[in-house]
């Protein structure tokens, strides 16, 4: 990884992981994945927006539920860090360890991606009955709560019912991962609408620490959510989008998504850090001065 070289206790898509006992350094990089692979351009400013847009909302929603957060500056780097301190600026979390859930909290709140496919096929989105009649990226009556598992780099998140949720986790706490992710989101989508953009779905991940359970990971990002220009809104249509759907539309253009992935050109490198960077300045209302 540019600009610093302490190997990562564990790697995600995305992120680095630094094991610091009773505490984690998360490091937001410029990877950028799709369709379950890690493409080999990094998009600049991603990993900073991904840190910046997740520290925004771990504040805005704290009322709602504690979060792992303990620090984002600089001047708290671990010693061993901070002679990366110009690198990591930005886009590192210093946070709590929790024992994670092995959950993916996904939230629809309009029809899209999978769900629709679903949808089109059955009338259900991951097993839940909705109304006849919805179209392409039509509201839903309600967001829905459709857990999934975690998977392995490489492998597909498997959807599953509310009820499977509860045989993996306990019926208790999956009640509990239900409440909190669509509190959380339908706080986050009131703002969202009055910043102008939609949140059309997106994914939590929660832990346990001690007895309590708390926020973690990335939130409400463009890696993690559906983010659509409200502005630009209409039912029956895909949406533009703030998000990595951009990158998604090119590959599913431009490749038949067998083998490795292709380079991304210049300008869809550039037009993807300029979406990353408009969905920061337009859900927080600060200028991006990274």
């Known amino acids: 990884m540019p600009g610093i070289d302490i190997k990562p206790d564990a790697q995600g898509k995305v992120r680095d992981l630094y094991d610091l006992g009773d505490k984690l350094l998360l490091v937001a990089t ?20 991904l840190t910046q847009i997740s520290c925004f909302w771990l504040d805005y929603l704290s ?31 210093l946070v709590r360890k929790a024992n994670m859930f092995p959950i993916e909290c996904i939230v ?21 009955e909705l109304p006849a009649g919805l179209v392409n990226s039509s509201k839903l ?18 959807n599953i019912s509310f009820e499977r949720c509860a045989q993996i986790i306990g019926e208790n706490d999956a009640a509990a991962l239900r409440y909190l992710s669509l509190a959380v ?9 009055k910043q102008g953009i939609i949140i059309a779905d997106t994914k939590f991940e929660f832990g346990r620490l001690g007895d309590d359970i708390i926020l973690a990971d990335e939130v409400l990002t463009p890696d993690s959510s559906r983010f ?35 380079h991304l050109p210049d300008d869809i490198i550039q037009k993807t850090s300029e979406k990353y960077i408009q969905a920061y300045e337009t859900i927080t209302g600060r200028t991006f001065d990274f």
Request: charged letters at 30%; glycine letters at 8%.
């Open 108 to 128: 629809r709140g309009y029809l899209a991606g999978s769900g629709l496919a679903e949808y089109e096929q059955n009338g259900t989105v991951c097993g839940i």
């Open 228 to 262: 659509w220009p409200g502005d630009d809104y209409q039912p029956g249509r895909s949406q533009a989008s703030y998000d990595k759907q951009f990158v998604r539309d090119w590959l599913s253009a431009n490749w038949d998504k067998t083998g490795e992935p292709p």
């Open 185 to 193: 989101y339908e706080k986050a989508r009131d703002h969202a609408e």
């Open 141 to 158: 009556p309600e967001p829905i709560f459709t857990p999934s598992t975690k998977a392995e780099i490489g492998d597909h998140d498997e």
């Open 30 to 49: 410029d990877r950028i994945s799709a369709f379950d692979y890690i493409l080999p351009d990094e998009i600049p400013y991603k990993g900073i927006v």
């Open 63 to 93: 009322d709602i539920v504690e979060n792992h957060l303990i620090s984002a500056d600089v001047a708290d780097l671990p010693e061993q860090f901070k002679p990366y301190a110009d690198y990591l600026r930005g886009r590192f979390m």
